[in-house]
C-alpha cells in the first residue's frame, strides 16, 4: 500500500504552557488520519457499518516521541496498513514537520461485527482490506 498522507496545522488550543502540542493531541490526530484514510476509500465509520456491518474499534496506539511541535507548525502524517491478521490490523505512523521526524507509531484495530449481543470480533472482510490496500 502506497502511504496516506495528511497534514494537521498545530493551533493555539493545541499546546500547553510549554508552548509545544500537549501529547493527548497526538492520538487524536492519529485517529483522525485513520478517518481520513477510511474515507478516501470511499468508506467512513457509518458506510463500514452500513457496507460490512462492522466497526473498527481501537485496541493499542502508541507513539514514541522525537522532536516537539509548536503553535503554527504543520505536522504531516503518513500512514500505512503495516500488518493484517484475521480479525485486526495495525497502522504504522510517522509524523513529521518540515524535515524533522516528530514521532513514530501504531494504532492496533479489530474489526468487529455488531450481533443481537453487541459488538464481537469477526474476520475483516476480504473486500475492506483489498479497498485499504
Known amino acids: 500500500m502506497e502511504p496516506f498522507l495528511t497534514e494537521f496545522t498545530v493551533e493555539w488550543g493545541d499546546c500547553d504552557e510549554a508552548g509545544i502540542v500537549f501529547y493527548p493531541n497526538y492520538f487524536y490526530w492519529l485517529d ?6 477510511l474515507r478516501a476509500r470511499g468508506l467512513g465509520q457509518r ?8 466497526v473498527t474499534p481501537l485496541l493499542d496506539v502508541a507513539l514514541r516521541f522525537r522532536a516537539p511541535v509548536r503553535y503554527d507548525e504543520v505536522l ?3 500512514a500505512r496498513i503495516a500488518e493484517w491478521q484475521e480479525r485486526r490490523f495495525r497502522i504504522g505512523y510517522t509524523l513529521t514537520s518540515g524535515e524533522r521526524l516528530i514521532a513514530e507509531g501504531h494504532e492496533l484495530r479489530a474489526w468487529a461485527v455488531q450481533t443481537d449481543d453487541g459488538l464481537k470480533g469477526a474476520p ?4 475492506f482490506r483489498r479497498l485499504l490496500e
Open 76 to 78: 504531516r502524517i503518513e
Open 47 to 54: 458506510q463500514t457499518r452500513d457496507r460490512f456491518g462492522a
Open 32 to 37: 483522525c488520519t485513520f478517518q481520513r484514510l
Open 124 to 127: 475483516i472482510a476480504e473486500e
